[in-house]
């Protein structure tokens, strides 16, 4: 087969999107087309996942009740976290808006399915977190893709991962790997929100490369 | 600030890349520029990451003794691996070509650093495999980005991890991620090579998605 060309101006939009996705956490209220949120699954499933077995399963949360449940979670780990740091610190994290749970139209909380019998176990024997890896991956082809038609993604995991998949009553064996929220972002960035807030700036040599 | 366009033809290209993003077990020999494997990594230095902690650590393996040593462990998880299997199972997992370790001209490691200091520990509290998953996104941003360049990466799990750490020497609180095979690939595919040999299909629909 003949490879395709991807030429100078795709990799220095790609970089683009690298530099622009950002974890967002202010949503606009406006919803997002549902043919648009299935095509994004869709590229979402063309991720890499060990012995091809596609173990990602997607769960729209958008009942009351579910979504109650998720944001007392929230709530109760960051109250938790809080309490653990102490000074400035403690004021600098009070003040950090750590998650778009009350405003994303779209709730996305992303599972890998533990047992699932795809890929018979190829390449999961001595690193057996393959599975979730994969799951991370299509999560982040997700992300990628959701920035690529304007729309802003947020990874929530100050949340019992347990307790979603109580509030969520889906397989036993489905694990949480992410609970995204998805939408229409308030404002474009090319830094980290906790770079701009004074938590954690970028690294001014990001790559750690040593030679063995 | 102004948010960057993507337009249409920036987003087939990105779903192009997708399709044809593979993982490759079959190198040519060729040397990869020094120059665009740094560029690599800053890229992949991009990634998200929890609490902006930019846990990834690579390392670059090229030296006879870590490479035989790094061969040697796959080599015994292969077999182990193949000894669970039975019949025409067994059979087909014999004839797959699961690693280019012997013709990758760079193999790069890839830890998490789970003893880092950045992002205060934000919000790895109640979900602490966030650090390792901040990881997989470099990972998987690396590997487009080589797509983009015309280069294949292999992601190797059929290894012991323990093995990778001791034989490349590396700090206590480093944890094996990814181990990757990174050169140009001998053949272009927008299909797995699992597929391919009759181990794992892809679904007809790959997307599971319930509602709550």
């Known amino acids: 087969m003949n490879a395709p060309d991807f030429d100078a101006a795709f990799r220095d939009g790609f970089e683009r999107l690298l530099r622009w996705r950002r974890d967002v956490r202010r949503f606009r209220p406006d919803p997002v087309d549902p043919a648009l949120l299935e095509r994004l699954l869709g590229l979402a499933a063309l991720a890499p996942s060990v012995g091809n077995c596609q173990p990602w399963r997607f769960v729209s949360v958008a009942g009351e009740a579910p979504r109650a449940a998720v944001r007392a979670s929230f709530l109760a780990a960051n109250a938790a976290a809080l309490a653990a740091y102490e000074g400035e610190r403690a004021r600098l994290y009070a003040g950090l808006k750590l998650a778009g749970l009350d405003e994303a139209p779209v709730h996305l909380a992303v599972f890998a399915d533990e ?64 609970y995204l929220c998805v939408g229409h972002p308030v404002e474009a960035h090319d830094d980290p929100e906790l770079q701009r807030a004074g938590w954690q700036p970028r690294e001014a040599s990001p790559v750690t490369l040593l030679h063995r």
């Open 115 to 178: 047992a699932t019998g795809r890929g018979h176990g190829l390449g999961r024997q001595t690193m057996p977190e393959m599975l979730r890896y994969s799951v991370v991956t299509a999560v982040h082809t997700l992300w990628l893709a959701a920035r690529a038609e304007g729309l802003g993604v947020g990874w929530v995991s100050i949340l019992d991962p347990d307790a979603v998949h109580a509030a969520l009553d889906v397989p036993e064996a489905w694990r949480l790997v992410a």
